[in-house]
């Protein structure tokens, strides 16, 4: 799977999950025990459940190499492109999107949606970093800080709503958390410009 390059303005899940346990379970806290493959589960579901709408997962595929114009998949959880580089040559070159293959010279990427490729028009070490639709099983995910408290709320809940003695307006409580959480993440998102 893809190798995940983190900036100031992303956490990974792994980190998320890591973060979670140490802050809200153990001996006196709201989730007094919760194993990890537990939150792995629920932290999961909850990136998938903000995966179009708040949370946009960021993943950095490659260095791939690549001689001449050439043909490569596009990853299967890939939804649109952040940044395209090519490191093959003694500079690191930004690589420029075109929107047809006839376009496609040195410096140029084009993507073909329908047969999932990408097309790169020179040689070197591609780098593409793409957004994901966060369908993801490993934990390599980057997720915008500024949605991190969402995700927590998310899984907090998502947690206590599986366990049998959870009280009702507590529950009550933590969806109302929850789902303004995720509203504040939205319109927090919504004007970032990732680059």
């Known amino acids: 799977m893809a190798t995940t390059l983190l900036s100031n303005a992303f956490i990974s899940l792994n980190d998320i999950?890591?973060?979670?346990?140490?802050?809200?379970?153990g001996p006196g806290k709201l989730i007094p025990d919760a194993v990890r493959t537990e939150v792995i589960f629920h932290a999961r579901r909850c990136l998938q459940?903000?995966?179009?709408e708040t949370i946009k997962s960021q993943f950095t595929e490659g260095p791939t190499p690549v001689s001449g114009p050439q043909t490569l998949s596009l990853p299967t959880d890939f939804?649109?492109?952040?940044?395209?580089?090519?490191t093959g040559f003694s500079a690191t070159i930004p690589l420029t999107q075109v929107s047809t293959l006839a376009a496609l010279t040195t410096g140029k990427f084009f993507i073909d949606y329908v047969a999932k490729t990408i097309k790169y028009g020179d040689a070197g070490m591609a780098t593409l970093t793409y957004l994901s639709n966060a369908l993801t099983t490993d934990e390599s995910a980057a997720i915008?800080?500024?949605?991190e408290e969402a995700l927590y709320s998310c899984i907090i809940y998502a947690i206590l709503a599986?366990?049998?003695?959870?009280?009702?307006d507590v529950l009550q409580r933590l969806l109302i958390?929850?789902?303004?959480?995720?509203?504040?993440?939205?319109s927090r998102l919504v004007f970032t410009n990732f680059d």
């Open 162 to 168: 599986n366990r049998e003695k959870t009280r009702p």
């Open 144 to 147: 915008p800080k500024l949605a």
């Open 79 to 86: 939804v649109a492109v952040i940044s395209a580089i090519n």
């Open 177 to 186: 958390e929850k789902t303004d959480k995720l509203e504040r993440a939205k």
């Open 17 to 25: 999950i890591n973060n979670f346990l140490i802050s809200y379970t």
């Open 49 to 52: 459940e903000f995966a179009y």
